[in-house]
């Protein structure tokens, strides 16, 4: 996995606060595909100068993003807890991960219902990418948001990557309760 975040440091596109952003906040990774996912995420590492002052392992965290994924619903099942979980796949693999609307901790931007109200998402589909917010400790992904069709087909202005991270990174990072 690329470490984006590590790129854009390298590079100089931070300002002095996005920059001291990006060192106390989660680090942004760009997965190639599942088989570089699943090799790599458990090995994620989470750097000594971020868990300071925050004991609570739970905010130990990644965000990655994969592009051009598919995704399976557990919407059939019995049980309420397993609708939630859904299996990201490709040709090199796949990983179950949890798009729970209703949780205070990692909210997403975006449910499978507003998806599939706005983008025509359906059950077993291909989309254009997904965001995760990745627990290190507890090594459990959460999906956060899906974009079932490319930006650019949705917005005339051509957004690059290092752009779109620059963005991101420089959010404020949401409160935890």
Request: hydrophobic fraction near 35%.
């Amino acid at each position: 996995m690329q470490n984006i975040t590590d790129m854009l440091r390298r590079e100089g596109e931070f300002s002095w606060w996005g920059t001291y952003q990006a060192f106390r906040g989660p680090e942004l990774y760009l997965a190639e595909d599942m088989a570089d996912f699943n090799e790599n995420v458990s090995r994620l590492p989470y750097p000594w100068y971020k868990q300071f002052p925050y004991e609570d392992r739970q905010i130990y965290r990644a965000y990655i993003t994969i592009y051009n994924i598919g995704l399976r619903s557990f919407y059939g099942m019995e049980k309420e807890a397993e609708r939630h979980h859904f299996l990201v796949h490709d040709a090199t693999g796949d990983a179950v991960m949890n798009w729970e609307p209703g949780r205070e901790i990692f909210r997403p931007r975006n449910t499978f219902d507003e998806v599939h109200l706005q983008e025509g998402l359906t059950d077993d589909d291909w989309v254009f990418n997904i965001f995760l917010v990745y627990l290190i400790h507890e090594q459990l992904s959460y999906i956060c948001e899906v974009q079932k069709v490319h930006p650019i087909q949705k917005q005339e202005k051509k957004i690059s990557l290092l752009e779109q991270a620059r963005d991101f990174i420089s959010e404020p990072v949401p409160a935890f309760g």
